[in-house]
Nanobody, 116 residues
Framework: QVQLVESGGGLVQVGGSLRLSCAASGSIFSLFAMSWYRQPPGKQRELVAQIFSGGSTNYANSAKGRFTISRDNAKNTVYLDCNILKPEDTAVYYC??????????WGQGTQVTVSS
């Protein structure tokens, strides 16, 4: 059983920063990618950033230049550093792990609220 535990969300003012963490535990077949998604109020879930097993990354346009995804392989943990936060970044942030069989595992989500 794979479990993902996210942390680091909270209330932050416009222009502030947060670091989100997602720790994976359990039997994980070799990883393919670790990703962060978010779901703003009343909207669909959207991709924010991905980091692949080889280290390459992919960002949504809204995240480029402000968010940075990174990982600690030894800890099976993925991070999302969120800077220069805007009100439109308010959302529930979810991490997802995809293993090499292309099976996805999702975290429970962590709320990020940016106040103006």
């Amino acid at each position: 059983q794979v479990q993902l535990v996210e942390s680091g969300g909270g209330l932050v003012q416009v222009g502030g920063s947060l670091r989100l963490s997602c720790a994976a535990s359990g039997s994980i077949f070799s990883l393919f990618a670790m990703s962060w998604y978010r779901q703003p109020p009343g909207k669909q879930r959207e991709l924010v950033a991905q980091i692949f097993s080889g280290g390459s990354t992919n960002y949504a346009n809204s995240a480029k230049g402000r968010f940075t995804i990174s990982r600690d392989n030894a800890k099976n943990t993925v991070y999302l550093d969120c800077n220069i936060l805007k009100p439109e970044d308010t959302a529930v942030y979810y991490c997802k792990i995809t293993d090499r069989t292309m099976r996805d595992y999702w975290g429970q989500g962590t709320q990020v609220t940016v106040s103006s």
